[in-house]
């Protein structure tokens, strides 16, 4: 999605800005533009396509200035085009606004602001903002915070805006309704930005905004107001993200590194989450033992790649506690009119924490009266402020727009959470439960079992990624990784990719099937009520001449001798497998991506961070 920097202070605005905006590119964008004022002097410079056609730009014209603003759009209303990239301008340009979000009722303003003699230049929702706040101001000159709070008041819709006017050329405006913002404090100066990362060089402390706040920065200052005028103290927080780690480390993309932080992130999880009689313990949480006494249905609410993990988590907690337990989309859930009640926990899962569409069901359950514990990954995020209890996966910034380790983490806390849940209830037998926990302590180890065979893998990819399309099985726990390896696949190879449940195969999609098919299929075996069930799917295919490639335990030779290709995993209890046998379909991705010549961190038209529904 699009992303906001602005900075104010001594320093040359325009490499601070293109520098934040870089450090943004993760999230997906089509263009983007800066705006820096030098005194009353305003200068815009804009490009579609690559940040380095900004960069090119600046070079060729450069624009001076302590105090600026830039953005990356994701075009949402109108083509990636100059006209549509931000800044945006009022009609005297002396005002330029930098939007993510999106304003609703922005077309009857629009058709207000002609009506008024307004003459528009772009086709996004985000013009009418400079424009409205320049009717403002000239209805009551000479504030221009107010001009702009004004302004604000009439708009509908979730935004976060980025403000510099050549009116009051020594100050920098920034507002939060609905969308992340935060303001970064360096040394002398300071920052906006609408993820940490664009700044994290440069500040040690933030103050994240809330939704309704607008904050007016000069030099010597920062002065944070609601919309409805009235002054609150800023919530000034420490930035404990290390600058370090949101580098590549020495990896060829940051995807990759992620996929091989997870044997650490995985035993930080436990190390947070595990307690020195082995068992899960999550006082941090405020969840009382007694309210798990008394609940009785879990939901699961998420999207994408946390969907995934959602469809695990409803697995293991119908496994384990006795609980019924349904997981969903965040983009269906709010429109099924679910009937959930105060005896309902609502598990909200997201690496972000700014999913739009996680988020509007989370108010929907809070709506409801339900509890609200969210899986995230993200401090100070949205999702974790709004919810009663928050699991924090600390993955560490995930800056490939593929979701892996955040994936990983949500799994594990999945299983830490169940077992805990499972405890409490006395749903589940305490030896089960030390067998799980021993379990998970030896996943980290299996997984790097894993990258140690990723030239294995590699080959396997390189083998199969040319055909237009691939299929991915598995039942049971191992069902979601199916879908999960599936979305990799064309999340960043572009290969068409389906996942099913690998008992659906013969209702439908065994049509599909022919001696070009690659059909991968997870059939770990360890204790799996599914795994003889899976051979039969995996016969099935074989009588078809699909091509199988199999994820299996180490010295299986039953799969090996069906399947085209197999790839090796260690056995771990089957609840905890699909955290071990993702991975594999993680580089498998990977590879294909790698040898189809794709821009693997950033894939075409998606964004890290889905802001709008
Ligand atoms: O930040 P979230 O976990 O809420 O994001 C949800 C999805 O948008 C995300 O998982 C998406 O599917 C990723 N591109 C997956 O790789």
């Given amino acids: 999605m699009c992303g906001i920097v602005g900075y104010i202070g001594p320093r040359a605005a325009a490499p601070l800005l293109v520098e934040g905006l870089r450090n943004l590119e993760y999230r997906g964008y089509d263009s983007a533009g800066v705006a820096l004022l030098d005194g009353g002097t305003l200068s815009v410079r804009k490009r579609v396509g690559r940040l380095s056609n900004l960069e090119d730009a600046l070079a060729t014209e450069p624009a001076s200035g302590r105090l600026g603003i830039g953005h990356t759009r994701w075009a949402t209303h109108g083509e990636p085009s100059e006209a549509n990239s931000h800044p945006h301008l009022d009609s005297r340009n002396r005002i330029a606004v930098v939007h993510n979000g999106i304003i609703e009722n922005y077309a009857e303003l629009r058709e207000e602001l002609k009506a008024r003699g307004h003459v528009f230049r772009s086709e996004t929702d985000t013009e009418v903002i400079p424009r409205l706040i320049e009717e403002e101001l000239r209805a009551a000159p000479g504030d221009f915070a107010e001009a702009l709070r004004r302004a604000i008041g009439r708009l509908r819709g979730a935004f976060a805006l980025g403000v510099i006017t050549a009116d009051a050329p020594e100050a920098l405006f920034a507002v939060r309704e609905g969308s992340p913002l935060i303001v970064g404090l360096g040394e002398g100066e300071t920052f906006i930005a609408s993820d940490v990362p664009a700044v994290l060089r440069h500040v040690r402390r933030a103050i994240y905004l809330r939704d309704g706040e607008m904050a007016e920065i000069t030099p010597d200052r920062v002065r944070v107001r609601r919309l409805d005028g009235t002054e609150v103290r800023p919530d000034t927080q420490n930035v404990d993200l290390n600058p370090e780690a949101a580098e590549r480390a020495g990896f060829e993309t940051f995807m990759l590194k992620e996929i091989h932080e997870q044997?650490?992130?995985?035993?930080?999880?436990?190390?947070?989450?595990?307690?020195?009689?082995?068992?899960?313990r999550f006082e941090s949480l405020g969840l009382s033992p007694d309210y798990f006494q008394i609940l009785r249905r879990v939901m699961i609410v998420s999207c994408g790649t946390a969907y995934h993990a959602g469809i695990y988590g409803r697995l293991l907690f119908e496994n384990l506690t006795g609980l019924a337990a349904e997981a969903d989309l965040g983009s269906e859930f709010r429109y099924r009119g679910p009937r959930i009640e105060k005896d309902t926990l609502v598990i909200a899962v997201s690496q972000s924490g700014e999913t739009a569409d996680t988020l509007a069901s989370v108010r929907l359950a809070r709506?409801?009266?339900?509890?609200?514990?969210?899986?995230?990954?993200?401090?100070?995020?949205?999702?974790?402020?709004?919810?009663?209890?928050?699991?924090?996966?600390?993955?560490?910034?995930?800056?490939?727009?593929?979701?892996?380790?955040?994936?990983?983490?949500?799994?594990?806390?999945?299983?830490?959470?169940?077992?805990?849940?499972?405890?409490?209830?006395?749903?589940?037998?305490?030896?089960?439960?030390?067998?799980?926990?021993?379990?998970?302590?030896?996943?980290?180890?299996?997984i790097h079992y894993v990258l140690d065979r990723k030239e294995a893998i590699r080959a396997v990819a390189d083998k199969h990624h040319s055909g237009p399309s691939s299929m991915y099985l598995g039942r049971k726990f191992n069902f979601p990784t199916a879908l999960e390896g599936a979305l990799k696949n064309k999340e960043i190879s572009y290969q068409h990719a389906e996942g099913y449940a690998a008992g659906e195969l013969k209702h439908g999609p065994i049509a599909l099937i022919n001696e070009y098919l690659p059909v991968v299929c997870v059939c770990t075996r360890t204790r799996d009520e599914v795994y003889e069930k899976t051979l039969s799917n995996l016969k099935e295919v074989e009588a078809r001449h699909g091509r199988i490639i199999a994820v299996a335990n180490d010295g299986d030779t039953t799969v090996a001798g069906l399947a085209e290709d197999t790839l090796y995993v260690p056995e771990v209890p089957e609840e905890l497998s699909p955290i071990v046998n993702v991975v594999t379909l993680q580089l498998l991705a990977y590879y294909a991506a790698q040898a189809r010549g794709t821009d693997i961190d950033k894939p075409r038209n998606l964004a890290k961070s889905v802001t709008v529904e």
């Fill in 367 to 446: 709506r409801k009266k339900c509890k609200i514990l969210s899986i995230c990954n993200v401090r100070g995020s949205s999702l974790a402020r709004e919810s009663d209890a928050v699991l924090f996966t600390d993955a560490g910034p995930e800056i490939g727009v593929a979701s892996t380790k955040a994936y990983t983490a949500q799994l594990t806390s999945f299983a830490l959470l169940a077992i805990h849940v499972g405890l409490l209830r006395e749903e589940l037998d305490p030896a089960r439960a030390a067998e799980l926990i021993a379990g998970l302590r030896a996943v980290p180890d299996a």
């Fill in 263 to 280: 044997p650490r992130v995985i035993r930080q999880l436990l190390k947070t989450y595990v307690g020195p009689d082995d068992r899960p």
